[in-house]
């Protein structure tokens, strides 16, 4: 789902808050106990292929390996020390959304039900799963953009909780709200280009393709 840009937090009754993560945006669909990763240029992440291994055997292990899945998320370097997490800087597959489930398409439903269905998927996974769940604060953006600056954070995500998931950027309703004073935001741009387009596929979008087999349903 596109981003639009605000350029000032803000507090909305109406919208979640989370983090806006500094790592590459991915979709993860997850079948017959495989996952594959696709950027969102519809771009397969055969880099990441370790963590997709990491990312299907921590669904398989607690739904079974027949279900289909596809998880919007983001892959990054671990950054977090403490037994809960992976060791630093091995990377792990953030998820912040979900498209299908059990041969459901979601993306008609509200982001708040996604968000719940998301959570109760990944309830069972590993403590110490490269397989992580994004959580998120409901209408407090400014509180939450203030912690991210102090922590030297990119930014924060606002998005609309009862909307669907949409493709189109003029009616996006989720925003990215950068941390402008970020240490890290010289040339990243430039490396995340590289890495996207690194190995070229025919330019289907990836949530297409991952949802196409319900589209005649």
């Not at 409901?138 to 953009?145: K, M, Q």
Request: net charge positive.
């Amino acid at each position: 789902m596109p981003l639009q840009t605000r350029v000032s937090p803000f507090d909305d009754a109406g919208f979640l808050f989370e983090l806006k993560l500094d790592g590459f945006r991915a979709l993860a669909v997850i079948e017959h106990g495989r996952a594959q990763m696709f950027s969102r240029n519809g771009h397969p992440f055969a880099s990441f292929a370790d963590l997709a291994s990491d990312v299907a055997a921590a669904v398989r292990d607690t739904h079974g390996a027949r279900r289909r899945d596809c998880l919007p998320g983001q892959e990054r370097q671990a950054a977090i020390p403490g037994p809960a997490v992976p060791p630093r800087g091995i990377p792990c597959f953030f998820a912040f959304d979900i498209l299908v489930s059990h041969g459901k398409d979601w993306r008609r439903d509200a982001l708040i039900d996604r968000k719940l269905e998301l959570r109760r998927v990944l309830a069972s996974v590993p403590a110490r799963s490269r397989l992580r769940y994004v959580d998120h604060v409901e209408g407090t953006g400014i509180a939450l953009f203030d912690d991210v600056c102090k922590l030297d954070l990119e930014g924060v995500v606002a998005k609309e909780k009862r909307a669907p998931y949409i493709t189109e950027r003029e009616t996006s309703t989720w925003f990215k709200i950068r941390n402008r004073k970020y240490s890290q935001m010289a040339g990243r741009e430039k490396l995340f280009d590289r890495e996207r387009h690194k190995e070229p596929v025919p330019a289907w979008h990836s949530c297409a393709l991952a949802c196409a087999e319900l589209e005649d349903l």
